[in-house]
C-alpha cells in the first residue's frame, strides 16, 4: 500500500467544535464529520451537501483529516489521495 509523508504527521489539533463549524453557523445538517489534524477545524464529509471538510482543505491547504465519528480513527491525505488506518 502506498503512502505518504503528510499521513506521517504528529499534528494532532483539538477539535474546534462538537459539528461541522459552517453547518451549524447555517443551521444546516451533515452526514460525516472529519478533523483537520492541523488546526483541528470539524467539517463535514463529501457525502454531506456542503463538503465542508474539502472546502477547508482547499481554502487551506491544510492535507490531512482525521474520520470525527465515534469508533473511527482513519486519516485521509488530500494531497496524495492516500487513507490511513
Do not use: I
Not at 483539538?14 to 477545524?41: F, I, M, N, Q
Not at 472546502?55 to 494531497?79: A, D, I, M, R
Amino acid at each position: 500500500m502506498s503512502t505518504c509523508s503528510h499521513l506521517r504527521t504528529h499534528d494532532d489539533a483539538a477539535p474546534t467544535t462538537d459539528g461541522c463549524k459552517e453547518c451549524l453557523e447555517l443551521g444546516d445538517s451533515w452526514v460525516h464529520l472529519r478533523r483537520c489534524l492541523h488546526c483541528g477545524h470539524v467539517g463535514c464529509c463529501d457525502s454531506s451537501k456542503n463538503k465542508h471538510a474539502t472546502k477547508h482543505f482547499l481554502s487551506t491547504h491544510h492535507p490531512v483529516v482525521q474520520s470525527f465519528e465515534p469508533g473511527e480513527n482513519w486519516k485521509w491525505c488530500y494531497v496524495d489521495e492516500l487513507f490511513a488506518g
